[in-house]
């Protein structure tokens, strides 16, 4: 990316910091990502500047910049629709849990996506406990008839009820759950896509 050169030294420094936050908040992104974001940034920057240059280069630049808004704010939903598109091509658990957290105040469904990342990593730390203790960490039924699942204290009056398959379980309740949250990053993707088309066709 080509930086905007500027003539008055003030304006240059404005210019300069700006960018730097820019960076700065789009540095979870692959390099790719962050080269388009910070092109688009510039490049908005950059034609408002050859629209509206004059002399004072420092008045128009200011102007601008308090058009686009606090980086951090600015690009927020772009960071976190970029970093769905990361989690869901790469499937690393650590770009899901980002994408999950930048998004989780975008809707109630993103709430539940990010608890049911929780459950991703209480079912492996439960399998393993089913090893270390196997007589406190199962799926558990009483003499009264209720049940209960995971790790009891006093399983004297419980009788577990899958033994060892409880293992297997919850690392295929672990896969499955991962696939489902990655499908349905990709679906509400998708439909954000299709209503961002729909509402520029319409002139919304």
């Known amino acids: 990316m080509k930086m905007i050169s500027f003539k008055e030294i003030s304006a ?3 210019y300069n910091s700006y960018m730097e936050r820019c960076k700065k908040a789009v540095r979870t992104l692959p390099v790719r990502d962050q080269e ?14 050859t629209d509206h240059g004059s002399e004072d280069e420092m008045k128009p630049l200011l102007d601008v910049l ?8 600015t690009l927020k939903e ?6 769905i598109d990361q989690a869901t091509r ?45 007589d406190q960490v199962g799926y558990f039924t009483s ?11 006093t399983p004297d009056h419980a009788k577990e ?31 954000k896509i299709k209503n961002n088309q729909h ?3 319409t002139g919304l």
């Open 90 to 134: 790469t499937y690393n658990p650590k770009h899901l849990f980002q994408a999950l957290v930048l998004n989780i105040s975008n809707g109630v469904t993103y709430l539940i996506l990010f608890l049911l990342y929780v459950l991703l990593i209480c079912f492996p730390i439960l399998a393993i406990l089913k090893i270390i203790r196997p």
């Open 199 to 201: 509402g520029s066709q």
């Open 78 to 83: 772009i960071v976190a629709s970029k970093k």
């Open 12 to 14: 240059k420094r404005v």
């Open 66 to 73: 308090d058009r686009l808004g606090s980086p951090e704010e």
């Open 161 to 191: 009820l899958l033994g060892y398959w409880f293992i297997p379980i919850m690392f295929a309740a672990t896969v499955g759950i991962y696939l489902v949250i990655i499908f349905a990053l990709r679906l509400l993707r998708k439909i």
């Open 36 to 49: 388009e974001c910070l092109m688009e940034v510039n490049s908005h920057i950059y034609e408002f500047l």
């Open 143 to 153: 003499d009264k008839g209720t049940f209960s699942f995971g790790y009891i204290s």
